[in-house]
């Protein structure tokens, strides 16, 4: 199984990035898919989630900026982000979710950094 985070970076506050997570190994289809932050000296932080059936759930922080989506057929999931604010910088994960959390698969990182 493998996870492959990629499209972090260095951007300006205001600016964009499309973080992608590009999965192999698992029924992707059935796979309950979120992006996952975690900054300096916190706790990894839930971001934003889509279910196998294409609902989405967002955090507070960053409803109206960020949108997950996923590509069944390339067996992917993305995440757009928009007006983005220095404290967005962290590294940020995805997590594949199957049989209702029981198996979890995780990414490597991906670091984005926000200057202001």
């Known amino acids: 199984v493998q996870l492959q985070a990629s499209g972090g970076g260095l951007v300006q506050s205001g600016g964009s990035l499309r973080l992608s997570c590009a999965t192999s190994g698992i029924d992707f289809s059935v796979n309950d898919m979120s992006w996952y932050r975690q900054a300096p000296g916190k706790q990894r932080e839930l971001v934003a989630s889509i279910t196998s059936g294409g609902s989405t759930n967002y955090a507070d922080s960053v409803k109206g900026r960020f949108t997950i989506s996923r590509d069944n057929a390339k067996n992917a999931v993305y995440l757009q982000m928009n007006s983005l604010k220095s404290e967005d910088t962290a590294v940020y994960y995805c997590?594949?979710?199957?049989?209702?959390?029981?198996?979890?698969?995780w990414g490597q990182g991906t670091q984005v950094t926000v200057s202001s």
């Open positions: 997590l594949a979710e199957s049989f209702g959390g029981q198996i979890r698969y």
